[in-house]
């Protein structure tokens, strides 16, 4: 960013010096206000009112232990926050992650570039993100019912339909929300289903949100493919992780008549030439909570589990980074481009590190960032706070056609937005731009609040 904008450059630098040590975040503001400089030089009065260094500072943040007992009736401690970035569209909206690495860099990385993200959606819904350094990996379903109780114990108090709304992301899913909403169901005593998202279907939740993710980046590889007059038929696919995202990838490729050929978790990856039995994977991981290995040691010859080395080294048409922040990094990148990849599409949140980046678009790679290719789940977070404020639910294809359509004109909002400003096939160029400019202009007509 040096020497191409100095506003934008000391905006950057006051970002590094006010928050020391927030390595994510530093690398999530720089990469969007490296798109900004023509929207600045086109539009002065964002800069005279100070839109981008409001935008960098979250509204509010909130940190706050988190104590529960475990089951050998050892006390246990936790650090919970929530961070509150952005209501210039609406409620703060933005998932809980429970995981070891979580801390408050990671926390306002997921945070500020959820603010994007929900303005690409076109639904009117601000930026925030929560989580706790809790490590749910081996607790029993006792332990992480005291766990989220306590969480919310906290929590309950910051957020409400019209104020903040969580959902899931790493490590939270429908058990945890279930947790989650009842005690705060309790603590309230309101039934307020637009509390939370991701719930289950018999209690408010919504069709296609467990599989929203996953499908929408889908959804999206599959709009950059037709603008090539092409499709999934007869592509070769890897998918990192094997979460919620990563499953619901794998069965829309599927469905669409890719060829997934390999997965990871954090122990490794598999490869599985047949293609990977999306069954046995759910029951594995979905029912079993267990590993890859377990996967490979029931599906037998086919699959071939590495504990070194990269997916990315894997041969394949189209990569689908969909398990966490950097993992696929320049060395990645070079194997993808040597192996002929066409189309990187980031199912998880900025897991192409900025090297990857570069050299992947240099290549003529089509490069799609998770705030618009992810972008699918809390969409469908918000039609979930559609149905409840309406009391009403709708069924799974009436809600998957929505979620298709949301996809669909995010993939040509950015498209659009990066001819407009004459980078034309930088969709990440086209995200940033498109995303910030709705905020701002929200921003600009409330004054400085
Ligand atoms: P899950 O907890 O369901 O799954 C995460 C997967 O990624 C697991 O397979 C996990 O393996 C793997 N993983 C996590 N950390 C690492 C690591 N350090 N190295 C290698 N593998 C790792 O989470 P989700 O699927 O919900 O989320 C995945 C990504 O998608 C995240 O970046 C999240 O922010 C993003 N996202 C999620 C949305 C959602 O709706 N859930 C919405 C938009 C983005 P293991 O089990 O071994 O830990």
Redesign the pocket.
Known sequence: MAGRDEKLQAIYEEVLSRNPGETEFHQAVHEVLDSLGPVIAKHPTYAEAGILQRMCEPERQIIFRVPWMDDRGQVQINRGFRVEFNSALGPYKG?L?F?P?VYLGIVKF?GFEQIF?NSLTGLPIGGGKGGSDFDP?GRSDAEVMRFCQSFMTELYRHIGEYTDVP???????GREIGYMFGQYKRITNRYESGVLT?KGIAWGGSQV?TE???YGTVFFVESMLKTKGEGFEGKKVAV????????YAIEKVQQLGGKVIAC????GFVVDEQGIDLDLLKLV?EVQRG??ADYVKARGASAKLHSKGSIWAVPCDIALP????N?LNAADAKSLIANGCQIVAE?????TTPDGVKLLTDAGVGFAP?KAA?????AT?ALEMQQNASRDSWGFEFTEQRLATIMRSIHDRCLTTADEYGKPGDYALGANIAGFTQVADAMLAFGLV
């Open positions: 998932g992650r995981h690495s997921l993200k990996k959902a899931g992301d790493i490590g939270v899913g991701g949100r929203a993710t996953g990192s992780g094997s979460g919620n995202v990563a499953i990871s978790d954090s122990s991981k590993r890859l969909c398990a966490t922040q993992e199912g998880a949140n900025m897991p998770g992810n972008a699918g789940g809390v977070s």
